[in-house]
């Protein structure tokens, strides 16, 4: 009878021991305790190109001298580049993965930055993958930084940056045809405003498309009309991947090359992203501060 009570008397305080130990580790659960993580994700479309790894490191090694006590991740929106890459080795995350390995890491804040142009179909597929890791209450903070064209002063910087890259021995009588990649989607207008914003301080440059407008075509009309007779060809991607490769410089019927070359225009060709040239670059790297200044 005495030894019962007093066994009880030992297990109290065991118990009560017990629960205090709980409390400390679902608290360290419940994110109260968790200490604050801040990671950047930095998401493009993709190129399974050699050449494109370019722009990448470029932008990478940009962001680490910026950023550098931030740990940086990276995710390609292009399940057609993941497979292919993923064929030679390369293991390239989307960005709903890397966001979930990110939690997984420990992550509370995170500052996805979009390497797109302008805010088109896949930056607002983004948007909604960040929105959902909101919503699920993934992190404690999650942000989407703005791509290349978003406010006027991206603009402005982004015709410096473009003056810059016309090659030296060009003649101002001679075009510079931007290739931008276009879309359905109503940002497609940023295009035309660029090269309304370009043209005030250079009449010749153009900005085409390929898959939106202005086309290839509409371009085309204007350079015959002006009379141009020579056209340096530039694309107004990050990368210099497939469409400039084939759709601008190639030597099929269709390529931008062929059909200025038909009109009687002399083309050459400039095989160099936007994310080749550090004054782009920079556009972007100082686009993640805008979420991180909401993450102290
Ligand atoms: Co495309």
């Known amino acids: 009878m005495l030894s019962m009570k007093k066994n009880i008397l030992i297990s109290i305080p065991a118990i009560f021991m017990s629960f205090c130990l709980c409390a400390v580790v679902l608290a360290g659960d419940h994110g109260h305790k968790t200490p604050k993580k801040v990671g950047i994700l930095l998401v493009a479309f993709g190129s399974s190109l050699p050449g494109a790894q370019v722009s990448f490191d470029n932008i990478e090694n940009t962001t680490k001298a910026a950023y550098p006590d931030i740990p940086l991740r990276w995710a390609y929106t292009s399940h057609i580049i993941r497979k292919k890459l ?15 390995k990110m939690q997984d890491e420990g992550f509370t804040h995170v500052a996805v930055q979009s390497l797109h142009t302008i805010g088109g179909a896949e930056y607002h597929d983004l948007r909604r993958t960040v929105g959902a890791f909101k919503a699920i209450g993934g992190f404690q903070r999650i942000l989407l930084g703005n791509p290349l064209l978003a406010t006027q002063q991206d603009m402005q910087l982004a015709v410096a940056a473009t003056l810059k890259t016309i090659p030296q021995d060009r003649q101002k ?42 086309a290839a075509d509409d371009i085309r009309e204007i350079l015959l009309q002006k009379k141009i007779k020579k056209a340096y060809l530039m694309p107004f991607m990050s990368v210099a991947g497939d469409h400039a490769k084939n759709d601008m410089a190639g030597d099929e019927d269709d390529s931008w090359k062929s059909i200025f070359t038909k009109a009687g225009i ?22 993640i501060r805008g979420p991180l200044s909401h993450f102290d």
């Open 86 to 100: 993923a064929k030679q080795g390369r293991h390239l995350d989307s960005p709903e993965v890397a966001l979930a």
């Open 173 to 214: 009588s001679d075009a510079v045809v931007l290739m931008g990649h276009g879309t359905h989607h109503p940002s497609n207008a940023f295009y035309a405003a660029l090269m309304w914003q370009l043209q005030l301080k250079d009449p010749n440059v153009f900005i085409g498309t390929v898959e939106g407008y202005p």
């Open 266 to 287: 002399q083309c050459v060709p400039i095989l160099k992203g936007t994310a080749e040239y550090p004054d782009f670059v920079d556009i972007w790297v100082s686009h």
